[in-house]
């Protein structure tokens, strides 16, 4: 079956590490992107992809690194430069033209 | 300010009512999105419209480019329909990205 995929689905670290998110899609999009959100507020753009090799800052990318060595993967760091990593994060894609963007189903992380 | 705009925030209905939600835009754009979140987090797209009206089930989506205006309708609702909606827009200068409101959040009681 096509999709998008996320792991793990929760996960814990201490405050001052690094730790990378996983996002995985089979259906051949171009394009792909993190999400974060956090209670009460709408999803905020980190980071997107519109080719392999290349991606782009969204709105708060501060505290973040991502790569996109091959067209279906797309990890995100969240590294201890980012002050408050404690989130929802969700990873999507789409087609390049105006298009449904299609969800993975998240990554709770929770920094102690 | 959000520049996507939604309305009410949260909405309590009983089964069986005409529930409508509605999003505001201010800028150009190449479409609408309407999403929906369930309580597990995953969202799903639920429609992406440009212009009129579009119907899958009991939902209805429809938009005045005019007056940048989005509204999503549930008819006969069911607890079932309790999830967060999503309105996001698809701006004519950025590509794909999109932009969200903050969400509604529906319950409906049985």
């Known amino acids: 079956d096509g999709g998008i995929t996320q792991s793990p689905k929760y996960l814990f670290r201490k405050e001052g590490q690094n730790v990378t998110l996983s996002c995985e899609q089979n259906?051949?999009?171009?394009?792909m992107y993190w999400y974060r959100q956090d209670p009460g507020q709408g999803l905020r753009l980190i980071y997107y992809s519109q080719i392999v090799n290349d991606f782009q800052k969204g709105d708060i990318a501060e505290g973040y690194s991502v790569s996109r060595e091959k067209k279906e993967s797309f990890p995100l760091t969240v590294t201890s430069a980012q002050k408050n990593p404690t989130a929802f994060y969700l990873c999507?894609?789409?087609?390049?033209?105006?298009?449904?963007?299609?969800f993975g189903p998240g990554t709770r992380l929770t920094v102690l | 300010k959000n520049e996507v705009e939604q309305s009410p925030q949260n909405l309590t209905a009983q089964e069986g009512e005409f529930i409508t939600i509605n999003c505001s835009y201010s800028v150009g754009i190449s479409a609408l999105h309407w999403l929906q979140q369930h309580p597990g987090g995953g969202i799903v797209s639920l429609f992406m419209l440009s212009s009129g009206k579009k119907k899958h089930g009991r939902l209805i989506a429809t938009i005045n480019i005019q007056e940048k205006h989005s509204s999503l309708h549930i008819t006969a609702s069911h607890p079932r329909d309790s999830a967060v909606y999503i309105c996001a827009d698809l701006r004519e200068t950025s590509g794909s990205r999109l932009t969200f409101g903050e969400g509604t959040q529906l319950t409906v009681n049985p």
């Open positions: 259906l051949n999009h171009d394009a």
């Open positions: 999507a894609s789409s087609t390049l033209r105006p298009d449904t963007q299609y």
